[in-house]
C-alpha cells in the first residue's frame, strides 16, 4: 500500500531517529571508518525517502535502513584497491551482511554498539570530542540538541564532529574495542558520553516529547554491559547504579496524555521496583566517585515512599560532596533545590542568584524555572511568574514549554 511523502518522511525521521547508532555501526564494521559509515547511514534514509513513496513502508524499517547501509557499505569496499583484504577481514558473511561471529575470547563484546562508542572515544580526540562525536553517532542527536547538552555554541559542537571524525580516519583507529591499558584510559570518556545519552533520553532537549526511552535504554543496556566486562571498576558500577534509579522512575513522569509529572505529584506505585532493586545492587559494588554520589542521591528518593519522606538534608550533603568532585554550575543548581527542600527557600535563593552570572546558565531554563519556584514559596508571586515564563521561552522542548507556561499562569 503507498503512503504519501508525508507519511513517509514523518516514517523514516522516526525509524532514522531510533535505530541511527545500530545503522552506522552496522556499516562502520565493513569500512571502518565512522565518519563513513554515517555517510552511508544517511545514503540508506535517502533511498527510504525515495522507495517507501511506492513501495510502502517495510514491516521492519529499522532492519530495512540497516541492510541498505550494509549494502553500500559492501559496494564501497568493492571498489576499493584494498577489497581483498577487507573482504578477508569481515569473512564471507560480508556477501550477506550476516551478524558478526561469537566473541573469540572472555573480554570480547560482540555489539557494534559498544565498538563505536570506544571508537569514538579514542585518545587522539579531545574529551569535549570525543562526547560530541558519541552523542552525534551512537544517540542521534543533531547539533543543535548537543550544543544544548554542552551548553555551548552550535557552532563549536559542528566543528568538533567534523574534526573528530577527519582525527579518526587520518589515525586510522580501529573499529573495535580495546583492551588492558587503552581500555582504562577511555573509560572515564565511554562513562561520559553514556551518561549523557541517557540523559538526553531522560529529558528531551527539544522536540514534542519528554521522553526518548530508546537512547535511555540503549545507555542503560551499555553501562550493563560495561559492568559485566569491568567488575572491578567501581565507578562503571556507579553509573550503573544511577541509571538503574532514575530509569525507574521513567513511567511515572509523564501522564497518559505525554505531559511531564513533577517528582513530587508522581505515582511512586509505578516507580520499576524491580530496576530500583537493580540500582541498590549496584551501588552496593559503587565506589565514592561522582557517579557512584549520583546514584546515592537517586536512592534516597528510592527509598522514600512519599515526597514528604524524602531525606533532603542527606540529598544536600551528598550535593554539596558532588560539587567538589565536579565543580559545575548546573551542579551547584541542583544542590541549591535540595538546600530549598532541606533549609528553605530564603536560603536557597541566595545560592541561585549567585548563580546568574555563570555564562553557563544565561540560556539554561532551569536556572529561572528554580528561582520561579522558590520566589512562589516565598509570595513573591509577580517575581515567580516572569521567571516561569522566562523559562518557557528558554526552553526548547514543547512539554516543558506547556508545563512551564501553566506553572505561570496558575499564579494569577
Same mark, same amino acid.
Given at each position: 500500500?503507498?503512503?504519501?511523502?508525508?507519511?513517509?518522511?514523518?516514517?523514516?525521521?522516526?525509524?532514522?531517529? !531510533?535505530?541511527?547508532? *545500530?545503522?552506522?555501526?552496522?556499516? =562502520? $564494521?565493513?569500512?571502518?571508518? &565512522? @565518519?563513513?559509515?554515517? #555517510?552511508? /547511514?544517511?545514503?540508506?534514509?535517502?533511498?527510504?525517502?525515495?522507495?517507501?513513496?511506492?513501495?510502502?513502508?517495510?514491516?521492519?524499517?529499522?532492519?530495512?535502513?540497516?541492510?541498505?547501509?550494509?549494502?553500500?557499505? !559492501?559496494?564501497?569496499? *568493492?571498489?576499493?584497491?584494498?577489497? =581483498? $583484504?577487507?573482504?578477508?577481514? &569481515? @569473512?564471507?558473511?560480508? #556477501?550477506? /551482511?550476516?551478524?558478526?561471529?561469537?566473541?573469540?575470547?572472555?573480554?570480547?563484546?560482540?555489539?557494534?554498539?559498544?565498538?563505536?562508542?570506544?571508537?569514538?572515544?579514542?585518545?587522539?580526540?579531545?574529551?569535549?570530542?570525543?562526547?560530541?562525536?558519541?552523542?552525534?553517532?551512537?544517540?542521534?542527536?543533531?547539533?543543535?540538541?548537543?550544543?544544548?547538552?554542552?551548553?555551548?555554541?552550535?557552532?563549536?559542537?559542528?566543528?568538533?564532529?567534523?574534526?573528530?571524525?577527519?582525527?579518526?580516519?587520518?589515525?586510522?583507529?580501529?573499529?573495535?574495542?580495546?583492551?588492558?591499558?587503552?581500555?582504562?584510559?577511555?573509560?572515564?570518556?565511554?562513562?561520559?558520553?553514556?551518561?549523557?545519552?541517557?540523559?538526553?533520553?531522560?529529558?528531551?532537549?527539544?522536540?514534542?516529547?519528554?521522553?526518548?526511552?530508546?537512547?535511555?535504554?540503549?545507555?542503560?543496556?551499555?553501562?550493563?554491559?560495561?559492568?559485566?566486562?569491568?567488575?572491578?571498576?567501581?565507578?562503571?558500577?556507579?553509573?550503573?547504579?544511577?541509571?538503574?534509579?532514575?530509569?525507574?522512575?521513567?513511567?511515572?513522569?509523564?501522564?497518559?496524555?505525554?505531559?511531564?509529572?513533577?517528582?513530587?505529584?508522581?505515582?511512586?506505585?509505578?516507580?520499576?521496583?524491580?530496576?530500583?532493586?537493580?540500582?541498590?545492587?549496584?551501588?552496593?559494588?559503587?565506589?565514592?566517585?561522582?557517579?557512584?554520589?549520583?546514584?546515592?542521591?537517586?536512592?534516597?528518593?528510592?527509598?522514600?515512599?512519599?515526597?514528604?519522606?524524602?531525606?533532603?538534608?542527606?540529598?544536600?550533603?551528598?550535593?554539596?560532596?558532588?560539587?567538589?568532585?565536579?565543580?559545575?554550575?548546573?551542579?551547584?543548581?541542583?544542590?541549591?533545590?535540595?538546600?530549598?527542600?532541606?533549609?528553605?527557600?530564603?536560603?536557597?535563593?541566595?545560592?541561585?542568584?549567585?548563580?546568574?552570572?555563570?555564562?553557563?546558565?544565561?540560556?539554561?531554563?532551569?536556572?529561572?524555572?528554580?528561582?520561579?519556584?522558590?520566589?512562589?514559596?516565598?509570595?513573591?508571586?509577580?517575581?515567580?511568574?516572569?521567571?516561569?515564563?522566562?523559562?518557557?521561552?528558554?526552553?526548547?522542548?514543547?512539554?516543558?514549554?506547556?508545563?512551564?507556561?501553566?506553572?505561570?499562569?496558575?499564579?494569577?
Amino acid at each position: 500500500m503507498a503512503v504519501t511523502q508525508r507519511d513517509t518522511r514523518a516514517a523514516v525521521d522516526a525509524v532514522f531517529r !531510533i535505530e541511527s547508532a *545500530r545503522i552506522t555501526a552496522a556499516a =562502520a $564494521r565493513i569500512v571502518r571508518d &565512522v @565518519g563513513i559509515a554515517e #555517510e552511508l /547511514a544517511q545514503d540508506a534514509l535517502v533511498a527510504a525517502l525515495e522507495q517507501w513513496p511506492s513501495a510502502g513502508v517495510p514491516d521492519n524499517p529499522g532492519a530495512w535502513l540497516t541492510a541498505a547501509a550494509k549494502h553500500r557499505a !559492501i559496494d564501497l569496499v *568493492r571498489r576499493r584497491e584494498v577489497y =581483498a $583484504r577487507k573482504l578477508a577481514e &569481515v @569473512g564471507r558473511s560480508l #556477501e550477506d /551482511a550476516a551478524a558478526p561471529e561469537e566473541p573469540a575470547g572472555p573480554e570480547d563484546i560482540d555489539d557494534d554498539l559498544l565498538r563505536l562508542i570506544f571508537t569514538a572515544c579514542h585518545p587522539v580526540l579531545s574529551a569535549p570530542a570525543r562526547t560530541a562525536l558519541t552523542l552525534r553517532l551512537l544517540g542521534g542527536l543533531t547539533t543543535p540538541e548537543i550544543a544544548r547538552a554542552f551548553l555551548v555554541p552550535e557552532a563549536t559542537v559542528a566543528q568538533r564532529i567534523v574534526r573528530a571524525k577527519r582525527t579518526l580516519a587520518k589515525a586510522g583507529v580501529p573499529f573495535e574495542v580495546p583492551y588492558g591499558e587503552d581500555r582504562a584510559r577511555r573509560l572515564s570518556s565511554v562513562l561520559e558520553v553514556v551518561y549523557l545519552v541517557f540523559n538526553e533520553g531522560y529529558s528531551a532537549t527539544a522536540g514534542d516529547d519528554l521522553l526518548r526511552p530508546q537512547l535511555c535504554e540503549d545507555a542503560l543496556r551499555l553501562a550493563r554491559q560495561l559492568a559485566a566486562l569491568m567488575p572491578g571498576e567501581p565507578e562503571v558500577h556507579g553509573l550503573a547504579a544511577l541509571l538503574e534509579f532514575q530509569a525507574s522512575r521513567t513511567r511515572a513522569r509523564t501522564g497518559p496524555d505525554g505531559r511531564p509529572v513533577l517528582l513530587a505529584e508522581q505515582n511512586r506505585a509505578r516507580w520499576d521496583g524491580l530496576l530500583i532493586r537493580r540500582g541498590f545492587d549496584a551501588l552496593q559494588r559503587a565506589g565514592t566517585g561522582a557517579y557512584a554520589v549520583q546514584a546515592a542521591i537517586a536512592a534516597c528518593h528510592a527509598k522514600a515512599r512519599r515526597y514528604e519522606d524524602t531525606d533532603w538534608a542527606t540529598i544536600a550533603e551528598l550535593y554539596g560532596r558532588l560539587l567538589v568532585l565536579t565543580p559545575s554550575p548546573v551542579v551547584a543548581l541542583n544542590r541549591a533545590v535540595a538546600v530549598s527542600m532541606a533549609h528553605g527557600p530564603a536560603v536557597a535563593l541566595e545560592l541561585v542568584d549567585a548563580l546568574a552570572a555563570e555564562p553557563a546558565l544565561r540560556s539554561y531554563h532551569l536556572l529561572p524555572s528554580v528561582r520561579g519556584d522558590l520566589l512562589a514559596r516565598l509570595g513573591r508571586t509577580a517575581e515567580a511568574r516572569a521567571e516561569f515564563e522566562r523559562a518557557a521561552e528558554l526552553t526548547r522542548n514543547a512539554r516543558e514549554r506547556e508545563l512551564l507556561r501553566e506553572r505561570a499562569a496558575g499564579l494569577g
